[in-house]
């Protein structure tokens, strides 16, 4: 088992910055592939990054690709988000994700554990 608590989100005027982070605990952190997804309302769960378990392989969904930046510390059992340069349309609950593969994957059902969701709302 793998817990995942989101911290991070807030309101911030478009152009702005957002760092959101990911704390797991439980089994061990560096073997997960982890992911950030999000869910606007009225939309379908979408891929916004992914990080295999050694850092060295990223995925970016295309609407989020030079404004995003994901990156984990296996250390600390934590992975962040840093948003740069936001948009209104990244308006959504941003859910952290977790999966055993050892490839990165953007479906949202090949993720075994999820955290609570944190919301973030940029404003125009």
């Known amino acids: 088992q793998v817990q995942l608590v989101e911290s991070g989100g807030g309101l911030v005027q478009a152009g702005g910055s957002l760092r959101l982070s990911c704390a797991a605990s439980g089994r061990t952190f560096s073997i997960y592939t982890m992911g950030w997804f999000r869910q606007a309302p009225g939309k379908e769960r979408e891929i916004v990054a992914a990080?295999?378990?050694?850092?060295?392989?990223?995925y970016y969904g295309d609407s989020v690709k030079g404004r995003f930046t994901i990156s984990r510390t296996n250390a600390k059992n934590m992975v962040d988000l840093q948003m740069n340069s936001l948009k209104p349309e990244d308006t959504a609950v941003y859910y952290c994700a977790a999966n055993s593969r050892s490839t990165i994957v953007v479906a949202a059902e090949a993720y075994n554990y999820w955290g609570q969701g944190t919301q973030v709302t940029v404003s125009s």
């Open positions: 990080i295999d378990w050694s850092g060295g392989r990223t």
